[in-house]
């Protein structure tokens, strides 16, 4: 199985902030890479494909990097509203693993 | 509009059995591949498995997890994915979630369904 894992696992940021997220797999997975976000009580939403594409309706200050076995989730200016939880999950093979979380909280 | 909303959870006995079920509508159930994922009270989320779709015969996988304890079918006239959970372990109380698979990524997910398994 293709483990995922994210770093850092939390991170204190303030509104306006540049925020990074990384995302590491134990293989290359070229870029099926995904990211989600969720908020407390709610199911995840799909913000990030292949590594690098944006979701339709998903504003652009996200952004996605990466191939291979790196993958980078950006934030160029931290908004109230991105409070939440993001997860990485590779589609590369199956067992479809997700990265354990990164929580971005407010300082 | 895409819309998947679950059913079917509730508490159940160590060792016990339930069936969840996904009522999709919006799109043509039958061309996608679905998955479950499921999330433990305060854990990150875990992919349980997917059905494929007709093209490609219907095929199931699973989490190690789960396997050879958990079975995904669905109905395509029916517009339903279901998942049969047997033999179940306290370990298996979480939300399980019903989701839209493609090749870009699991694009719609339901409300979730809360499965406790508890003496």
């Known amino acids: 199985d293709i483990q995922m894992t994210q770093s850092p696992s939390s991170l204190s940021a303030s509104v306006g902030d540049r925020v990074t997220i990384t995302c590491r797999a134990s293989q290359s997975i070229s870029s099926y890479l995904n990211w989600y976000q969720q908020k407390p009580g709610i199911a995840p939403k799909l913000l990030i494909y292949?590594?690098?594409r944006l979701q339709s309706g998903v504003p652009s200050r996200f952004s996605g990097s990466g191939s291979g076995t790196d993958f980078i989730l950006s934030i160029s200016s931290l908004q109230p509203e991105d409070f939440a939880t993001y997860y990485c999950?590779?589609?590369?093979?199956?067992?479809?693993?997700f990265g354990q979380g990164t929580k971005v909280e407010i300082k | 509009e895409v819309q998947l909303v679950e059913s079917g959870g509730g508490l159940v006995q160590p060792g016990g059995s339930l069936r969840l079920s996904c009522a999709a509508s919006?799109?043509?159930?039958?061309?996608?591949?679905m998955d479950w994922v499921r999330q433990a009270p305060g854990k990150g989320l875990e992919w349980v498995g997917h059905t494929r779709n007709k093209a490609d015969g219907y095929t199931t996988e699973y989490a190690a997890s789960v396997k050879g304890r958990f079975t995904i079918s669905r109905d395509d006239p029916k517009n339903s994915l279901y998942l049969q959970m047997n033999s179940l372990k306290i370990e298996d109380t979480a939300v399980y979630y019903c989701?839209?698979?493609?090749?870009?990524?699991?694009?719609?997910w339901g409300q979730g369904t809360l499965v406790t398994v508890s003496s």
């Open positions: 919006g799109f043509t159930f039958s061309d996608y591949y």
């Open positions: 999950q590779q589609t590369y093979s199956t067992p479809r693993t």
């Open positions: 989701t839209r698979a493609r090749a870009t990524g699991l694009d719609y």
């Open positions: 292949a590594a690098s």
